[in-house]
T-cell receptor
Framework: DQQVKQNSPSLSVQEGRISILNCDYT??????FLWYKKYPAEGPTFLIS?????DKNEDGRFTVFLNKSAKHLSLHIVPSQPGDSAVYFC???????????FGAGTQVVVTP | DADVTQTPRNRITKTGKRIMLECSQT?????MYWYRQDPGLGLRLIYY???????NKGEISDGYSVSRQAQAKFSLSLESAIPNQTALYFC????????????????FGPGTRLTVL
């Protein structure tokens, strides 16, 4: 039973526009959330994270929003660039042991 | 040079064979993890280790075993490979810092694509 869900397997967006990726979770014990980006033939790389004590975290073009009551988080990429074309994984942790639960991923394609 | 390396990068084997996937890291992290990625399922945790004397099962450990030979090395073995173990395997490391309460991002290797015929 997947505790972290990314219901959109793919997203296509024009260069310069906003990309919005969504993630839902079911385990109320999760209190730390991360987004990873993955290019083909490479391992996932960390993008941005948010603790449950916050509802927003921003790093350059990337912003993560957390809605604890809805058990929902989203990643906004503004503006989208061709190099952002990749698979994005949402992940969640509920303890300090560092174990992560991952979503299935969303393939983002940024078109010119 | 890559901080987390995995060997081999690709492997094709036959049902029933024993396979070992190796992971090395130069980040000096204590924590190491093995995941597998399957289409539509994301990454799932197989085993994790917090130091050389600590090994723990993840959510899908059946059919796998691990060895933590040193702080920098963590190997995953398939004792008798079967076709449904065909997947992309990732090793990851993380650090523990008290200021973050143990919450730190994981750093991943490039992956091993394993095919079991």
């Amino acid at each position: 039973d997947q505790q972290v869900k990314q219901n959109s397997p793919s997203l296509s967006v024009q260069e310069g526009r906003i990309s919005i990726l969504n993630c839902d979770y079911t385990n109320s014990m999760f209190d730390y959330f991360l987004w990873y980006k993955k290019y083909p033939a490479e391992g996932p790389t960390f993008l941005i994270s948010i603790s449950s004590i916050k509802d927003k975290n921003e790093d350059g073009r990337f912003t993560v929003f957390l809605n604890k009551s809805a058990k929902h988080l989203s990643l906004h990429i503004v503006p989208s660039q061709p190099g952002d074309s990749a698979v994005y994984f949402c992940a969640a942790s509920g303890d300090s042991w560092g174990k992560l639960q991952f979503g299935a991923g969303t393939q983002v394609v940024v078109t010119p | 040079d890559a901080d987390v390396t995995q060997t081999p990068r690709n492997r094709i084997t036959k049902t029933g064979k024993r396979i070992m996937l190796e992971c090395s890291q130069t980040k000096g992290h204590d924590r190491m993890y093995w995941y597998r990625q399957d289409p539509g399922l994301g990454l799932r945790l197989i085993y994790y280790s917090f130091d050389v004397k600590d090994i723990n099962k993840g959510e899908i450990s059946d059919g796998y075993s691990v060895s933590r030979q040193a702080q920098a090395k963590f190997s995953l073995s398939l004792e008798s490979a079967i076709p449904n173990q065909t997947a992309l395997y990732f090793c990851a490391t993380s650090d523990f810092t008290r200021t973050s309460g143990g919450y730190n991002e994981q750093f991943f290797g490039p992956g091993t694509r394993l095919t079991v015929l």
